[in-house]
């Protein structure tokens, strides 16, 4: 039961442009949202989060955009950098410590 | 603190053969997690602890499965008969408490690749 989804399994976009990578949730118990970076042959690590009482978090070049009534999150990341190339994971919790990831989407920027 | 620390990095062995593989979370964290990466799934959570006591096993795939923590610096994943189907990436990862925007982050381990031939 895939509760998180990120339906874009890659993205391709040129370094300078802006990056969006979208997800989509079901389980509208969850409260907590968070965006994880993965390069090879690594563990996945943290990047940004935002909860349900927003709609909006910022940091640096990155950016969480909450719409709760459509359950979809995305992440922007500008301007992009070839070193962002990396898979990025959704995952999303609801307040029981119980973190679920979507699939990944594999992002490339190219120079 | 080094992180959460995985062993072994590469595990190949044959189908059949008995696979343990082991964690050590973050010190201080009161939560432990054990994901399962594969093309087709993406990151699947298998089990949750909380302060040594397995809180979640639904993701377990099959009786196969089983993970202990038998204290707060120490947890396997055991895979008894392996199978070909069981090949993936394998991790750990820790965090602590609950509520808050720091309580629930996650910091991972490298992951114990395993192929099963």
């Known amino acids: 039961d895939q509760q998180v989804k990120q339906n874009s399994p890659s993205l391709s976009v040129q370094e300078g442009r802006i990056s969006i990578l979208n997800c989509d949730y079901t389980n509208s118990m969850f409260d907590y949202f968070l965006w994880y970076k993965k390069y090879p042959a690594e563990g996945p690590t943290f990047l940004i989060s935002i909860s349900s009482i927003k709609d909006k978090n910022e940091d640096g070049r990155f950016t969480v955009f909450l719409n709760k009534s459509a359950k979809h999150l995305s992440l922007h990341i500008v301007p992009s950098q070839p070193g962002d190339s990396a898979v990025y994971f959704c995952a999303a919790s609801a307040n029981n410590n119980d973190m679920r990831f979507g699939a990944g989407t594999r992002l490339t920027v190219k120079p | 603190d080094a992180g959460v620390i995985q062993s072994p990095r590469h595990e190949v062995t044959e189908m059949g053969q008995e696979v343990t593989l082991r964690c050590k979370p973050i010190?201080?964290?009161?939560?432990l997690f054990w994901y399962r990466q594969t093309m087709m799934r993406g990151l699947e959570l298998l089990i949750y602890?909380?302060?040594?006591?397995?809180i979640d096993d639904s993701g377990m795939p099959e009786d196969r499965f089983s993970a202990k923590m038998p204290n707060a610096s120490f947890s396997t994943l055991k895979i008894q008969p392996s199978e070909p189907r069981d090949s993936a990436v394998y991790f750990c990862?820790?965090?602590w408490g609950t509520g808050g925007l720091g309580a629930n982050v996650l910091t991972f381990g490298a992951g114990s690749r395993l192929t099963v031939l």
């Open positions: 990862a820790s965090s």
């Open positions: 010190s201080g964290h009161d939560y």
């Open positions: 602890f909380n302060n040594n006591v397995p």
